[in-house]
């Protein structure tokens, strides 16, 4: 019967070295990992970050807007609401045609609340709720709406 093993048993291993992880970042910042390595006699850097830990205004290099010069800018101070004119021609095409705000808003695929406050001229104007209006109720509710008044 011949054996498995031709000579001495030698065992043929490669050494293992186990290397620990990177600490991570918010761990160094850790006062007991700092205490650690000072008593270990690493050299530790501490960076003093400007304004760290104060409540006061800072005059960095960031530039610092004021609401004047915000109001002076032009921008609008509020956001553009449904007109009149579109308020009423929605209401007007959806009662000739016998609609109530819940059966609108199904035919758009929108709220009944939705329908209201177009109606109401809470709504901030949306063109793609305009168009499914324009759609359901033949419309039109975009565009030039003046009617030579």
Not at 61 to 82: F, H, Q, T, W
Not at 120 to 131: R, Y
Request: charged share 30%.
């Amino acid at each position: 019967m011949p054996s498995r093993f031709s000579g001495a048993i030698t065992q043929d291993w490669e050494p293992v070295v186990l290397h620990k992880s990177k600490p991570k970042p918010s761990d160094l910042r850790d006062p007991k990992a700092v205490n650690q390595a000072l008593r270990a006699g690493v050299s530790v850097s501490t960076v003093k970050k400007s304004n760290a830990g104060s409540n006061k205004k800072s005059s960095s290099a960031v530039p610092v807007i004021d609401a004047r010069k915000l109001d002076e800018a032009g921008e609008p101070a509020a956001l553009e609401r449904v007109s009149t004119e579109v308020r009423q021609a929605i209401q007007r095409a959806r009662l000739e045609k016998k609609m109530s705000q819940a059966d609108l808003g199904k035919q758009i695929n929108e709220k009944p609340h939705v329908i209201q406050e177009y109606e109401s001229g809470k709504a901030i104007p949306n063109q793609i709720v305009l168009g499914k209006l324009e759609r359901v109720l033949g419309v039109k509710l975009r565009g030039k709406t003046h009617h030579g008044k």
